[in-house]
């Protein structure tokens, strides 16, 4: 069984559920440590200039560990409405934004506490957009209690899985040989980003894949 992991973004990338889509079980690292200035609260989207960030601002503990799970929205600021106005304001005329701007509206005039639970509303809803049936489990149900690559190898011996789907950036500090010896293959990701149809000129890569719902619908993207 291929296994793969990940923490829950915010609006992921089309890479993310690639990886997803060619697993046979997925578990959401919300067990893990919350890290600043990453994808865990923010993601991109198109703008006729190029790209925009779209960030939730978060309460933050600088000085305390805390897990992904534990992380609350800061509410001084109207954040969904204005993450809404942009995405309405530049996808206004995609070919597919009638089609699901009721749902974001939705899920954006709902009040969220925690960062983690928006943050499955919308991966939750981009799973079932592109039929990925891909099952999902959650790190806090496994009583995982290890760091780095034994965390891992832990929880694909809690999945029973024998293989595990990697993303190229972990080549760099995953422990290999530690995966070979508990006799788990390691296979890592080859995605190659897709140049798709955008609506403003110039193509704009790695955006969060509301860019590539609103443009080009619910069929699965084709690799180039």
Known sequence: MILSVHQPQYLPWLGYFDKIKNSDAFVFLDNVQ???REFQNRNRIRTR???MWLTVPVIS???FYQKISEVLTNGDTDWAKEHLKSIECNYSK???FHNYITVLRDIY???WEKLI???LEFINLFLKTFEIKTPVYFESTLSVETTSSQRIIDICR???ADTYLSGQGAREYMDENLFKDNNIKVIYQDFKHPQYKQQFEGF???LSVLDYLLNNGPKLWQQQ
């Open 34 to 36: 919350y890290k600043k």
């Open 49 to 51: 200039e190029g790209s």
């Open 61 to 63: 503990k600088d000085r």
């Open 94 to 96: 995609s070919e597919f």
């Open 109 to 111: 005039s709902k009040r």
């Open 117 to 119: 639970d928006i943050n």
């Open 158 to 160: 809690k999945m029973k």
């Open 204 to 206: 704009e890569s790695h």
